[in-house]
């Protein structure tokens, strides 16, 4: 660490149009403690740490897609984007919340800071961390709410297109073509049509097995293949079966990306589909993120 400072970053994040390293540094620059000038030019799911004037900023993105787990023990403290990476350390120190555990696997979430752990906590997006002098605390930072120009429904929906069109441009012009995990579903049409209008060739893909997670069937593969003529795009199906035993390869795939691998229950073909995509880029709708944003893990640049 330099006198100066440094910035951290982990996840995927483009800044004022640009991917490369060169944007820790412009980031450092123009950070002045307002957090909420830095997300408005920046894209991504991410999570960023910025140490200047003897001051360490922790924040994610708005949307709070990107996890950051934090445990503080008054003057002991530590931060993590992954669960399990935090829990590994700290086991003796630990205790299970099991209204939260019922909560998580009721709703695939849990609707506030707390995790499964009582002393481990969620940072919000609306949130950041900051450490002056040893001294942990968390600030709460609101979160801009962008009005609605119009009152009129097709204006608006303009609009709409409009951000997402220009999103995916920037997207597209730092990071290339992306795959996209499509469904038959609207969400899977959004996104298509927003790199489409942008010029994108997206690739097409689509997990079809025996497993439980394989919750679409044959109908969407074949909306996808439609699509994929329509628009001349490369369509790929992978296999998307059980493994048995079903934690056969669980210790594997958690050592390489924690607790995101449970979304996937260790399936190990399309696992392996997942690292070895070309693209630099996957959308999908359900947890995609959780591989991606852990192919690649950290970037730090000194100031």
Known sequence: MLHDGFVIENGTIVYNKKNDITILED???????????????????YVLGIFKEDVLTVF???????????YVDNDIWAISSSLYDLVEPLKEKLSINKLNVL???????????????NEIK????????????????IKELGLPIKKITSENYANNILEIASIMKSDAEIFSNCLGDPTLGAT??????MCLAAFLAAGSKPKLTYGLGNSILAISKKEDKEIDKLFSDK??????????????PLDKYWDYYTSLY???IFVYQGCDDAMKYFENLVSHML?????????????????????
């Open 27 to 45: 980031i450092f620059q123009a950070y002045n403690a307002n957090i909420n000038a830095i997300r408005n030019d920046t894209l991504g799911n």
């Open 60 to 70: 994610t993105e708005q949307s709070n897609c990107y996890d950051v787990f934090y």
């Open 103 to 117: 909560e998580w696997f009721s709703r695939h979430a849990i609707l506030n800071d707390e995790t499964v752990f």
């Open 122 to 137: 969620r940072l919000s997006g609306e949130q950041c961390i900051q450490i002056i002098n040893d001294q942990f605390s």
């Open 184 to 189: 038959g579903g609207l969400d899977s049409r």
């Open 231 to 244: 628009f001349h795009l490369t369509f790929e199906e992978y296999p998307w079966n059980e493994t048995l």
């Open 258 to 260: 924690g607790d995101g």
């Open 283 to 303: 959308f999908m709708g359900i947890g995609g993120s959780y591989i991606v944003k852990r192919i690649g893990l950290l970037s730090v640049r000194k100031m």
